[in-house]
Nanobody
Framework: QVQLVESGGGLVQAGGSLRLSCAASGSIFSINAMGWYRQAPGNPRELVAITSSGGRTNIADSVKGRFTISSDNAKNTVTLQMHSLKPEDTAVYYC??????????WGQGTQVTVSS
């Protein structure tokens, strides 16, 4: 199994920056992809950015050009760097991992609040 622990998040003014990190432990050799989703009140959970073990990256159009995702295989971490934050980026952000090709695991979630 894989466990995920998130850090970062908080309150920031519009136009500011935040960084979220997620550390994986357990059967890390079986991880196929790691990334971030977010869920705002009343909305479904949506993909923000994801990176695969093969190095491919997918970033949502709504954050493209403002957010970047990076991974550190040596530390088993994935980081979401967020710039030019907008109030509509306010949500709970969840770290996600797909492992053994068919299993999904989620972090506990971290709140990001962007004030106008």
């Amino acid at each position: 199994q894989v466990q995920l622990v998130e850090s970062g998040g908080g309150l920031v003014q519009a136009g500011g920056s935040l960084r979220l990190s997620c550390a994986a432990s357990g059967s890390i050799f079986s991880i196929n992809a790691m990334g971030w989703y977010r869920q705002a009140p009343g909305n479904p959970r949506e993909l923000v950015a994801i990176t695969s073990s093969g190095g491919r990256t997918n970033i949502a159009d709504s954050v493209k050009g403002r957010f970047t995702i990076s991974s550190d295989n040596a530390k088993n971490t994935v980081t979401l760097q967020m710039h030019s934050l907008k109030p509509e980026d306010t949500a709970v952000y969840y770290c996600y991992a797909r492992y053994t090709l068919v299993r999904d695991v989620w972090g506990q979630g971290t709140q990001v609040t962007v004030s106008s």
